[in-house]
């Protein structure tokens, strides 16, 4: 079990709402980092039919898998991101040249668990995130990118940690604590693209959007600012609920993250937690399918899904006990896309994974066929 820092015991002893799910969940457990093994990614080469919650029909897959993957990234790439490269003015969309075969456009989702036992795990995420990107502007023949990181709560990482610090002070982050800031509008909305950290700090996304574009200064360290979304969130993580939400009804003109997703661009979406989602997001598997394929107008191979969650329920796991639950929905999900594919949360290293996935992001983007 992970040693508990002053201010979890102080969550726990004086406010343990803060810090989300108080029933002795995986948010209290050993941290992935401390637990030893080798990354594995499993894909889903075969296709089939599956049915939504809503009778919507998408793709299912068969399963495979490969540890110890190694692939076009190198793991701890230290190029500079080409991503990062331009006039440093940012928030500008390159113009629409034509729609030529495979994909020129890419959006890239996010979803990041933000609950008590993910600190390790935000960390690796961050720390492979550069060799990822560099592999896919170096393989992949897109160049146009769109990246929003969301968390899994409602919630503000700040307020929540502030509940717990004014406890023993007078100020939080220099806010008094008897007028702190609270969230408003998409700050406070499920499935909102972030813009902060979790110390309310700005993380710099250039252009006025709540996600990357084309030309954003810093693209590093602005997705380490927004990748480490916090550990203070709610215990009761809806990770499939907001991805859902955040392509759909926050998607739309005027909302949240209108923009994001564009009918010409492949969609990748990855996840990450420690947890199940059972009983806290609305729907299933195949909701969650028909949701993601109907955003993409009925399209499922329009779609990538990554997902770094719990194997303590699969042979040779990563996870030991205590280093994350079982998340078979999770995992039923990510395989019931053609490309879709999932690894261990518990892995101490990220980068053999995202390794592994840039393949199959470029086999996508090679099959992509824009709409009309």
């Not at 230290?78 to 456009?105: L, M, N, R, W, Y």
């Not at 990770?239 to 990748?268: H, Q, W, Y």
């Not at 280093?323 to 990220?350: I, K, Q």
């Amino acid at each position: 079990m992970r040693s508990p820092s002053l201010l979890s015991i102080t969550c726990v002893a004086c406010l343990a709402v803060a810090c989300g799910d108080s029933s002795g969940s995986r948010d209290t457990q050993t941290s992935a980092a401390s637990i030893t093994g080798v990354a594995s990614i499993t894909t889903a080469p075969g296709t089939a039919s599956a049915t939504g919650d809503s009778g919507t029909t998408g793709s299912s897959a068969g399963t495979g898998s490969t540890s110890g993957a190694s692939g076009a990234s190198g793991g701890g790439a230290t190029e500079a991101v080409k991503f990062d490269v331009g006039d440093g003015t940012g928030g500008i969309d390159p113009p629409d040249t034509g729609s030529p075969a495979g994909c020129q456009k890419i959006d890239f989702l996010f979803v990041i668990d933000n609950s008590g036992s993910m600190g390790d795990e935000q960390q690796n995420l961050v720390n492979s995130f550069d060799g990822f990107i560099n592999s896919i502007e170096n393989t992949v023949m897109a160049k146009d990118y769109h990246i929003m990181v969301i968390d899994t709560d409602a919630a503000s990482s700040f307020l929540q940690e502030c509940f717990v610090i004014c406890t023993l002070l007078p100020e939080c982050e220099g806010y008094p604590c008897n007028n702190l800031p609270v969230p408003e509008g998409c700050d406070a909305s499920l499935g909102a693209g972030l813009i902060k950290n979790p110390q309310n700090e700005p993380c710099g996304i250039a252009g006025g959007k709540r996600y990357m574009v084309d030309g954003q200064p810093n693209l590093a360290s602005t997705f380490t600012c927004l990748g480490k979304v916090g550990t203070n969130g709610d215990g009761s993580e809806k990770p499939m609920e907001a991805m859902v939400t955040s392509i759909t009804a926050l998607n739309k003109p005027n909302a949240c993250n209108d923009g994001f997703l564009r009918p010409d661009a492949l969609l990748v979406v990855t996840f990450i937690t420690d947890e199940e989602d059972e009983g806290k997001s609305n729907g299933g598997p195949a909701g969650w399918h028909a949701s993601l394929v109907a955003s993409k107008v009925g399209v499922e191979t329009s779609i990538v899904v990554l997902g770094l969650l719990g194997d303590p329920d699969v042979p040779n796991p990563v996870c030991t006990m205590g280093g994350a639950e079982a998340s078979p929905r999770l995992r039923e999900f990510a395989e019931s896309f053609t490309f879709g594919s999932w690894g261990s949360v518990c892995s101490p290293d990220y980068a053999p994974f995202f390794d592994a996935a840039v393949s199959v992001v470029d086999t996508a983007c090679q099959q992509f066929e824009p709409p009309g």
